[in-house]
């Protein structure tokens, strides 16, 4: 990647997509001190990332110090022809949900009714992704998300219902790595009646899918896989027609060892031995139909491979590469109706002489939200931008938008159901049977929950960020890392490492970040300037812990945690100064946007601080030795004179 901030002289970002390191499809972590499950899972989530990095990534820039400004300042937007179809879409869209979906109902009955899901299908809203030429609508990420984003706001079944069938169901992987005959087959389909579904989760595989006991063997005449095993929580699972199946298929020798194989297959659900065990009820999204589902003797044709042998949990990372910006754009519509919610209770509900909105507590509170809710749009609509683009890796962005917005989502939804107060609490269909207007808080708060568990859960996403954030670092000190790399080999990656560490270490003491002003940012400029100098404060805090902990770094979790918290947070800043001053410039003059942002990146350079001082002022021991002792049962007493719920143990 080149260094793209041209005031830094000296190198401040590793040219990442040159090999440094080791060839391509080495595993470039030393396993050799793990457990062996450790390791297994390891090697699994080593072989299926991406291992180059053929476009420039913004986030990874960051964290090794250069903040790359100009990749950002100059937000993108819409071509009026793509968002009048945008807007005609939702408008459509929006006047029929409105009229003939309750989302109430939908909640109480556990079922979006077969004549919406129909009228969804005749709408196209099955087929938004699906590329012009196979009959879909052939929306951009952007208008797909704003779609996502609008009926999230209003009814979340539903729009779990599209997303999992179209985010990670099969049209995302088809249009990815679809061979044509595969495209042509299929994608009509979701024109007409087709819902499909993603099947990785099993009862022992959640985050680690090197546990995967789901089977697909070749028949002796090579044509077919036959599938066995169960698969848990399949979302659409017992009402589509499609899925995709991630199975174990033979093992491959690698270094005269096995290594576990993951190959995804589209499964006709019509085809003999699949069963639905069981529909799951949740705590949320009470309207979809999620389920455990068992398959026996499950004859598959080998060309419903998708992408290769071997090649699913790739198929499947690089799918949640953009699959996983739904997430943020459906969240970002929760914070909009939060903010709506919480400005009209906060005018007319008054208590002690003022309305709740305007007691400073309550001010504290909308303020929060909405500076919030304009950081969540500027990372949700950047991030969808550029997937459109192409030509900027986001595997980092996206993580962070889900990891961001899910996280902001819960928190704004638990302080509107706070401003609420009693009636936040109450059930919308009980208010409006006694004349109040029914504000959804109680389900939204059910139905939001979720968001920082699937596609990932907000720890597992830090650790992907910590891996992809930590990759340069890794390519350049891997020979050095690993054991049996012979001395001569390491002697030389060793010189290599030196020279290119003496610079970019200096740089990140003495850059540009003193002298840069960011005038082009007016306002805003001091927030760029924070950005800028922080970038290179992370990168050094990186470069110290690395050296501290070396191949123990990547047991260190939670100071991991608060490094990807700190560059989420200055993904975001960055979005949002640049995403108000293009909504200022636009609405001309209207400064309110700038006010939002400062107010954002001032909360975000707080708790960034504060992650900061985490780093170095902490009880890591402490609260190590108190997690295991209560784990290994030294602190059962604590649990004494309660209801036991469970099996005894
Ligand atoms: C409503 C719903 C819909 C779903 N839809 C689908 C679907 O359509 N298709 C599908 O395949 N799956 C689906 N899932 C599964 C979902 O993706 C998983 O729940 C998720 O991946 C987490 O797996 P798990 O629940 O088994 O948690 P686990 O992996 O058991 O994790 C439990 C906790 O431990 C933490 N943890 C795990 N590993 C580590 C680690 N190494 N370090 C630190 N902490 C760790 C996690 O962060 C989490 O907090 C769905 C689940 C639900 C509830």
């Known amino acids: 990647m080149p260094d793209l901030d041209t005031k830094d002289q000296k190198p401040s970002g590793a040219p990442v997509n040159k090999p440094l390191g080791p060839e391509d499809g080495e595993l470039i972590i030393d396993t050799s001190k793990m ?17 180059e990095w053929k476009h420039p990534s913004f986030a990874q820039q960051l964290f090794m110090g250069t903040f790359a400004h100009q990749m950002i300042t100059d937000f993108p937007v819409q071509t009026e022809e793509d968002k009048k179809t945008g807007d005609e879409f939702i408008a459509t869209l929006d006047a029929y949900l409105q009229k003939h979906l309750d989302a109430e109902q939908v909640d109480a009955t556990r079922t979006v009714p077969q004549d919406v899901v129909d009228e969804l299908f005749r709408m196209g809203a099955f087929a938004m992704k699906v590329p012009k030429q196979y009959g879909g609508l052939g929306f951009t990420q952007v208008n797909y998300n704003r779609v996502m984003m609008h009926v ?16 990670i169901g099969v049209p ?5 790595f679809g061979t044509e005959e595969q ?38 005449d090579g044509k077919h896989y036959v599938i066995n095993g169960d698969k848990l929580w399949c979302t659409n699972g017992p009402i589509a027609d499609l899925l995709v199946v991630m199975c174990k298929t033979a093992p491959k020798l690698v270094n005269g060892k096995e290594r576990t194989q993951i190959t995804a297959l589209i499964v006709e659900r019509s085809t003999p031995g699949i069963e639905v065990v069981h529909r799951c009820d949740f705590m949320g999204i009470r309207g979809i ?40 754009a459906a969240c970002t519509g929760v914070a909009k109706q939060c903010l709506s919610i919480a400005r009209r209770w906060g005018n007319s509900r008054v208590q002690w002489g003022l309305p709740i909105g305007q007691h400073e507590a309550g001010r504290e509170k909308i303020a929060f939200m909405a500076s919030t809710t304009l950081a969540m749009e ?9 997937a459109d683009r192409h030509d900027i890796d986001i595997r980092i962005e996206a993580a962070m938008a889900k990891l961001f917005c899910s996280e902001m989502a819960w928190k704004i939804v638990d302080m509107t159901m706070q401003m609420r107060g009693g009636r936040g609490y109450e059930k919308a269909s009980s208010l409006a049977a006694r004349g109040e207007v029914p504000y959804p808080v109680e389900r939204m ?55 290119f560490y003496s610079g970019w270490y200096l740089n990140q003491w003495f850059n540009s970040s003193l002298w840069s002003q960011h005038d082009e940012m007016g306002v805003l400029a001091d927030h760029y300037k924070f950005i800028h100098s922080t970038s290179h404060r992370l990168a050094r805090t990186i470069f110290h812990n690395m050296g501290l902990y070396r ?19 200055l993904f975001a800043m960055s979005a949002t100064c640049s995403y108000a001053s293009m909504l200022a410039k636009r609405e001309g003059g209207d400064a309110s946007a700038i006010t939002l942002a400062d107010m954002f990146c001032r909360d975000a350079a707080r708790r960034i601080e504060s992650h900061f001082n985490a780093i170095s002022h902490n009880d890591d021991q402490l609260m190590n030795a108190v997690g295991k002792a209560v784990l290994a049962g030294d602190m059962r007493w604590l649990e004494e004179g309660v209801a036991w719920i469970g099996p005894r143990e």
């Open 35 to 51: 457990s062996a499950d450790k390791r297994s899972a390891m090697e699994v989530a080593e072989s299926a990332r991406e291992q």
């Open 152 to 167: 999230a706001s209003y009814c979340a079944s539903t729009a779990v219902l599209l997303s999992a069938h179209q985010s």
């Open 172 to 176: 995302q992987p088809l249009k990815l």
């Open 183 to 220: 495209k042509k087959k299929y994608f009509p389909r979701f024109r007409q009646h087709s819902i499909s579904a993603f099947a990785l989760t099993e009862p022992s595989v959640g985050s680690d899918p090197s546990k995967m006991a789901t089977e697909a063997k070749l028949t002796p």
């Open 289 to 328: 139909q999620n389920g455990l589902l068992r398959f026996k003797d499950v004859k598959v044709p080998v060309e419903n491979i998708l992408l290769g042998e071997g090649k699913g949990l790739k198929l499947a990372l690089t799918t949640l590469n953009t699959g996983r910006l739904t997430l943020p």
């Open 378 to 386: 500027a990372v949700s609509w950047l991030t969808s931008h550029w």
């Open 445 to 499: 708060m059910r139905d939001t929950r979720i968001n920082t568990i699937i596609e990932g859960t907000s720890d597992i996403m830090k650790l992907f960020l910590a891996r992809e954030a930590m990759d340069p670092h890794l390519r350049l000190a891997a020979d050095i890392l690993k054991k049996h790399v012979p001395i001569g080999q390491k002697m030389k990656a060793g010189a290599k490492l030196a020279s």
């Open 551 to 569: 191949d123990k770094l990547e047991r260190k979790q939670v100071l991991l945690g608060h490094l990807m918290e700190v560059g989420t947070e």
